[in-house]
């Protein structure tokens, strides 16, 4: 006969007791089931179907004569790791004989706790339940932006504002929220663009100044001795712009590698946010909303006219070097300074057409008449008080967008009253701006097609190398280049004529 003899569990009474019937006594076998009215009764289910040994989920449980119970597997291995002495891991009450009994009833309680746990889990990440009412949270409040039950729908609260399903409500906000994501998106395609770029003119610009030493050094070595000292001038020039541009660019890629790094984030912020389920996502959603507003991003890339003159002057002296070398190394010395003059307009004019400020840094035209003749067009010179005799000289002059102006240089002996003939034979070199129209005074007039209207154009003076050049003074691209002549012997004035309405010019300082 065996050990044991299978009986009924008459289990089903609160905090009852099973005495299993057996050939040698009859042992208990106690279910907590009192536990079961505590607060959280899945949880108290849970701990009555866990095993103190593995602390999961009973497997196979099986009933010692204390009462006790355990895992088949885990309370046989617990003993077998024992050597005479049998005790309860639970209790410690010592037994005479490793018994253990089959408990059905609890592994029907394990299994029943295992969907509830299961039921328990799905429920806290699907519905949440109102806490007032105890009813579903299906319900979402545009007013009070949270989730509300039907009841609180129907409650003085809610009643007059707008209650939308919670799915709706998500889904019009997931919307909102993609188009925001587009925008961010279109920024940071802006931004790597303006990478891009700010990347490739960096690039250009290391080129040129690459090119330049090249040409510097090709050309010192035929009269080394003669220029040691102003090669390395160049060099170190060349060398302190470089490292400009190595800083502009360093500045340049920090605030790009920033801000992507801050639009990936957003990005992925918000991308984050549409998965959530519905209830979690509108939780706090004005503030998502707000956080991925597009913002305009401002393009770093900026250099200043310092730079701008500086890269400028040095490509003229790579220029003006050149050319040296080549026709004029006896006069290197005396050639190589460029100073931006500080060009004032000549008051004494005899003009009443041309009105000329107190600073004698501005002229603008009035009619004193009310009327003209075409011919009248060319009767309104006026020079500057500087007069240049050699040397290199740069000036800028501030235009309008309206008005015509004519801008350049002048022999001294042009007259400044009577019919002016503004060609280089006639000893002027100048150019016009009229309206958005340029054109250069040569022998035929040629006209200037230019892919933007110069707020600023600077004139150049080269008097021994005969050359008068103007430049666009904000980007110093070459807008214009009069052949060389020959200005031996004859005083050089700044030029300057205007005719009509708002027509009007500043010499910058």
Known sequence: MSQFQEGKHPAAAAGGTYFLAQEIEPYPVTLSWGAMAAEN???????????????????DPVSIRCGHNFCRACIT???????????????????????????????????????LSLQAENNSEGERECEKHQEALKLFCEEDQNLICWICRDSWDHRAHTVVPIEEAAQNYKVHIQRQLEFLKKERDEVLAFKQSGEMKTQKLLKQTETQRQKIVSEFQQVRQLVEEKQRLLLAQLNEINKDILKRQNNYIAKITEEISRLDHLISELEG???????????????????????TFENPVSLSPEFKWGSWDFSEKTRILHNILKNFKETLVSEWRLDKENVTLDPDTGNPWLIVSKDQKSMRWQNPYNSFRVEDLSLLPALGCEAFTSGRHYWEVELKEEGNVRLGVARESVKRMGKVNLKPKAGVWAMEQLG????????????????????????????EGGQVTFYDADTKALIFAFPPASFTGQRIHPFFSLFGVNSQLRLCP
Request: with cysteine; glycine share 2%.
């Open 436 to 463: 958005p129209y340029y054109r250069a005074y040569t022998s035929p007039i040629t006209n200037l097609s230019l892919s933007r209207s110069p707020r600023k154009i600077g004139v150049y003076l080269d008097y």
């Open 273 to 295: 946010k549409c998965q959530q389920p519905a209830s979690e996502f509108l939780q706090d959603v004005r503030s998502t909303l707000s956080g991925g507003r597009q913002r």
């Open 41 to 59: 009764p899945v949880e108290s289910l849970k701990d009555e179907a866990t095993c103190s040994i593995c602390l999961d989920y009973f497997e």
């Open 77 to 115: 291995r617990y003993w077998r790791e024992s050597d005479t002495n049998f005790s309860c891991p639970q209790c410690r009450k010592i037994v005479q004989y490793r018994n253990f009994k089959p408990n059905r009833v609890l592994a029907n309680v394990v299994e029943i706790a295992k969907r």
